[in-house]
Structure formats: structure tokens, C-alpha cells
């Protein structure tokens, strides 16, 4: 059974940083990409960056929010995906999801960042 489980969150100021973590339970393939969404209450969920599965290659991409301020990246042995969060922006405040598979797979239960201005 998949498990996602996100930490790292928590209260900066603007222009600061933050690492989040997801640690991965279960068997993944490499058709299983991972990856970083964010939403706020009340609002669409919006894609943040991805990577290939463990130990797999292919392209990372980001959303253009957030491109050149974050890194994903991802620990093989470890199974753990990473998403480094840098200049944080008040409107990066929302909680973050960890994914894998694409929307229709698995979720993590989310972790919060709150930058303050």
C-alpha cells in the first residue's frame, strides 16, 4: 500500500526558504512520476514541479511560479522527495502536496507554508 508522508513545513518571513520532504511507502514504477502540488481552501489545485520515479530519468519540470525559486529533487536509497523552496513570496502561502502517479494515484495529507510579508 502507497504512503505518502510530507514534512518541512512552517512560518517564514518574505524572501525566505524552506525544504519540504515526502517520505514514500510502498512500490513505485518509473511510469510513476513524482511531484509537488499546492492549494489553497477554496481554490484549484495547482501543480508546483515533477520529477521521474526512483532511480528513473526523464525531464523535471516546474510551473512558472515557481521556476528558479524551488528545486525538486528526490533521494533514491531513501526513497524521500524533496521540494527546496527559495524567496519565498506571500503567495507562495498555501498547503503543499506531494504526488505520485499523476492526480488520479497517490496523495500525500499535505503539509502548510506561510510566508509573511
Known amino acids: 500500500q502507497m504512503q505518502l508522508v510530507e514534512n518541512g513545513g512552517g512560518s517564514v518571513q518574505t524572501g525566505g526558504s524552506l525544504k519540504l520532504s515526502c517520505a514514500v511507502t510502498?512500490?513505485?514504477?518509473?511510469?510513476?512520476?513524482l511531484g509537488w502540488y499546492r492549494q489553497a481552501p477554496g481554490k484549484e489545485r495547482e501543480f508546483v514541479a515533477a520529477?521521474?520515479?526512483?532511480?528513473?530519468?526523464?525531464?523535471?519540470v516546474y510551473a512558472d511560479s515557481v521556476r528558479d525559486r524551488f528545486t525538486i529533487s528526490r533521494a533514491h536509497a531513501e526513497n524521500i522527495l524533496y521540494l527546496q523552496m527559495t524567496i519565498l513570496k506571500p503567495a507562495d502561502t498555501t498547503i503543499y502536496y506531494c504526488?505520485?502517479?499523476?492526480?488520479?494515484?497517490?496523495w500525500g495529507r499535505g503539509t502548510q507554508v506561510t510566508v509573511s510579508s
Open positions: 504526488n505520485i502517479g499523476g492526480p488520479a494515484r497517490y
Open positions: 510502498g512500490r513505485t514504477t518509473c511510469t510513476d512520476r
Open positions: 520529477l521521474p520515479g526512483f532511480w528513473c530519468s526523464g525531464a523535471t
